[in-house]
């Protein structure tokens, strides 16, 4: 069950992509995210990555889908887990990578608490 509900925030993620709402996108992270970007820019909170999602969907990303595969969730202490997932921007074709940690607790449930985010070097 664990690893369906970490996968329903990247489910959550591509659903708010898709609809173009920062807001949505970034509901699945923590109040207090520390998020670094493709490009090494780091945000810090969840309205910080809000506020720079809402400018990437006004960009070339309008319009554009965000396809999701969790690829590795470990447990790391309890309520605590490491997670690999690599995203596709339809039809742009780019793939990232992220490693992530995702915590359970808490008043909003699961949440992301920290997200590095990559584009790896043959996928440009």
């Not at 970034?26 to 820019?41: K, M």
């Not at 999602?53 to 006004?58: C, D, P």
């Amino acid at each position: 069950m664990t690893e369906q509900q970490i996968s329903a925030l990247w489910d959550r993620m591509s659903e708010g992509w898709a609809a173009g709402d920062a807001q949505a996108f970034a509901s699945v992270f923590d109040p207090d995210v520390e998020f670094v970007t493709v490009r090494g820019d780091e945000h810090h909170g969840r309205e910080a990555v809000a506020a720079s999602h809402a400018a990437l969907f006004t960009s070339v990303y309008a319009g554009t889908l965000l396809k999701p595969e969790v690829r590795l969730v470990r447990a790391l202490a309890e309520g605590i887990y490491l997670v690999h997932a690599v995203t596709t921007v339809y039809p742009a074709g780019i793939t990232t990578h992220a490693q992530a940690i995702v915590r359970r607790g808490g008043h909003a449930g699961w949440s992301i608490v920290a997200f590095h985010n990559m584009i790896p070097g043959g996928s440009r």
